[in-house]
């Protein structure tokens, strides 16, 4: 061994050292926390010597029932989510894979949620074997669409983010249509260290133990494995299996920490994020064994730290009772989302391989295909519009809707149809306004993955709805208010962090999901932290439901449609231009700038006043102008209008099934569009990945 080898090794020691020493530290303050003013010492002495007073009995049971299992919960599930990030980046060589973004937390938790939606009540083993079964299968679709390559980190996040999001509607979806069964498992999804003795942890610890022994096992190989996928396999080492038993040992490690805590987000992207910075500038971890060990120690001081610095700063603003209602896992995603976006802005992009193309355009359009195609969008939103009126827990008729205009209805009718007609009129006007708002961000930014939902704008939105709504009133005026706020705020961060020139559209979108990942996370704090009204209210808001929606909450967005429809046919020649590249632009006059701004902020503002109409709806904006691209092509005098047909269609229809396939009970139209969404997209990702091959 060199002098600097052995001076790098006595470096990295020291290191762990010290974090031990800081993660002890952190624990002790951790036990103190709480409504008793017990000290760890006491704790630990009416554990270890129980005595005959009820209250050395109370401690023991205050100790070994809530600080001590909170404690040791957040010790495995750091520990576990670190390793496995760890093993997650070395598999895939890619700084940004984690059991976040390759949706391996997000496939458990459906597992787990639809085991307990059907009844099935399962010991913790078997509810790990279940975890472990949806994150693999989760993980698997993900690799296999986006692959392993190296050279395309980005590729891997969006289509593990996608995946994640769709298995995260159909969570909420399953919360909502068996609420008796999945009582209390909404504060166990954010992510809560809340545990109730030991007896959930001690049978999952083996797993995990198991786990973390397979990963060291591993680590001679997986250093090779750093050197290159050729050079492993020059080297004698089976890169396929490698591969396969790092996942399976991650998989399992993320499976154990979801059944325990329920997904704590992003640790296991901030842990190995962390050493790597720090191994780059002070400390020399360079062997694979050294990197895991400190990534299961940094995992547990973010959970650890997250979970004492929330209960603290709680604490000292509103008592013991709102410390122990905070989730642990919204600070984690906080500081998760943080994370991805300085890696999002911190990665190059290849200038020669783009990771994500734009789908080709139709050639030779004549005038009579677009006047056919549009009238057949508007006849179709004709009928999804009656529809809309006429199905529902009660089904009409055609002519029940001709009596209600006539005036000549019964009251049973009068008073369905004008419960109804709103609520279609609400869905109509969201979905032309995402897509209108989509459509223009994509035009702008020449970036095909580009939507208000994806770029955190929606999110944003409606976590500004939320703070108005809880902090102020629910009126429509005050939450547009709040909705533009935090939709111009996130479309203000996306462009300024990763603006289009100086970054591809897989770095835009990339850091538009680290924005919306911080804003849901805020969404969640307020909800976990509100009063039971208000968590209702929020919570059908967020889910992008049409329900109790009355003619007057629609003047913002008629109001916003009438200002903005003007402007953008006086800028349709130049937002043809600005499509097409940088250069054009620039050659012909354009102002590139105002031209930009301009319908940047339109965008922005058409995305607000949707989220107050219908709430936070994803995927509009992206579905329904590709589709009206590849329809009537690049000219936005017939591309805007069409993608307006095609997305009050696509949220019209949603809002209908929603209302109908589980009548009398209920779906929201931003669940049922958030289920459909995600296979688009990923047919879309793998299309347009496909022509860079």
């Known amino acids: 061994m060199t002098h600097a080898a052995a001076a790098a090794r006595v470096v990295a020691t020291a290191a762990l050292v010290l974090g031990t020493a800081a993660l002890v530290l952190l624990s002790a303050v951790h036990l103190t926390q709480g409504t008793s003013a017990a000290s760890p010492w006491e704790l630990l002495t009416a554990v270890l010597t129980p005595g005959d007073t009820d209250a050395a009995a109370d401690l023991r049971a205050l100790a070994l029932d809530s600080r001590l299992p909170r404690l040791v919960g957040g010790l495995v599930v750091g520990a576990a989510l670190g390793a496995a990030g760890c093993a997650l980046q070395a598999m895939t060589r890619n700084p940004l894979a984690s059991p976040d973004t390759l949706a391996v937390n997000a496939g458990a938790h459906l597992a787990l949620t639809a085991a307990a939606a059907f009844g099935v009540s399962l010991p913790a083993l078997s509810s790990a074997g279940l975890a472990f079964l949806g994150g693999g299968i989760a993980a698997g679709v993900v690799l296999a669409l986006a692959g392993l390559s190296e050279h395309a980190p980005i590729r891997l996040v969006l289509a593990g983010t996608v995946v994640a999001m769709g298995l995260a509607s159909v969570t909420a979806a399953l919360l909502m249509i068996f609420a008796q069964s999945t009582q209390g498992l909404f504060l166990w999804g954010a ?4 545990l109730s003795g030991l007896s959930g942890l001690l049978p999952l610890l083996p797993v995990v133990v198991g786990a973390a022994l397979g ?13 290159g996928t050729d050079a492993a396999q020059s080297m004698g080492v089976n890169v396929a299996f490698l591969r396969g038993a790092l996942l399976i040992c991650a998989v399992a490690l993320s499976a154990a920490a979801v059944t325990m ?39 547990a001081l973010i959970v650890i730290g997250s979970d004492v610095a929330v209960r603290a700063l709680a604490f000292a603003v509103a008592g013991p009772n709102l410390a122990v209602a905070i989730p642990t896992g919204v600070v984690t995603s906080l500081v998760g989302a943080v994370f991805l976006v300085v890696l999002a802005v911190r990665l190059r992009s290849a200038a020669s391989h783009q ?55 019964a009251r049973a009718i009068e008073i369905t149809l004008n419960f109804r007609s709103p609520r279609v009129a609400a869905a109509v006007l969201g979905g032309a306004v995402l897509a209108i708002a989509g459509a223009l961000v994509q035009s ?69 999901i680290g924005v919306m990942t911080a804003a849901q996370a805020i969404t969640q704090l307020l909800i976990s932290t509100t009063n039971p009204y208000n968590q209702a209210m929020a919570i059908s808001f967020l889910g992008g439901s049409t329900f109790g929606t009355t003619w007057g909450d629609l003047t913002p967005i008629l109001l916003q449609l009438v200002l903005s429809v003007p402007v953008l046919i006086l800028l349709q020649r130049e937002l043809d231009i600005i499509s097409i590249d940088e250069l054009t632009p ?20 058409l995305s607000a006043v949707a989220v107050i109409g219908i709430g936070v709806i994803s995927f509009v904006g992206l579905a329904a102008p590709h589709m009206a691209r590849m329809l009537m092509g690049r000219e936005h005098r017939w591309f ?54």
């Open 215 to 227: 990963l060291v096992m591993l680590t001679r190989s997986t250093d090779v494995l750093s050197l």
């Open 586 to 605: 620039r050659i012909l006059g354009v102002r590139l700038g105002w031209v930009r701004a301009a319908a940047l902020i339109i965008a922005v503002l």
């Open 640 to 693: 805007l209008p069409m993608s307006a047909l095609l997305g009050a269609a696509l949220v019209s229809l949603s809002d209908t099934f929603g209302r109908t396939v589980i009548a009398p009970d209920q779906l929201p139209a931003g669940l049922v569009v958030a289920v459909l969404g995600p296979p688009y997209l990923l047919w879309l990702l793998k299309r347009s990945t496909a022509q860079t091959a």
């Open 355 to 409: 990771e994500v193309s734009a789908l080709p355009l139709p050639h030779r359009i004549t005038l009579s295909r677009r006047v056919i195609l549009s009238a057949a969008a508007a006849l179709l939103l004709l009928i999804l519009m009656g529809a809309g009126l006429l199905l529902g827990d009660w089904w009409l008729r055609v002519g029940d809707i001709q009596l209600w205009l006539s005036g000549e209805a």
């Open 191 to 194: 992510g809560t260290l809340n």
């Open 444 to 512: 702008v930014t020449r970036n095909p993955l580009a939507d208000p939902g994806i770029l955190g704008v929606a999110a944003s939105g409606g976590a500004g709805a939320v703070i108005a709504m809880i902090l102020f009133t629910s009126s429509a005026w005050t939450m547009s208010a709040g909705a533009a706020a935090g939709a111009a705020l996130a479309g203000l961060i996306v462009f300024l962090l990763a603006s289009p020139r100086g970054g591809s559209p897989e770095k835009v979108v990339l850091v538009g």
């Open 261 to 299: 805590v329920g997904p704590l987000g992003f640790v296991g992207l901030c842990a190995p994020a962390i050493v790597r910075l720090a191994s780059a500038k002070v400390i020399r971890f360079g062997r694979s064994a050294w990197a895991l060990t400190a990534s299961a120690l940094v995992g």
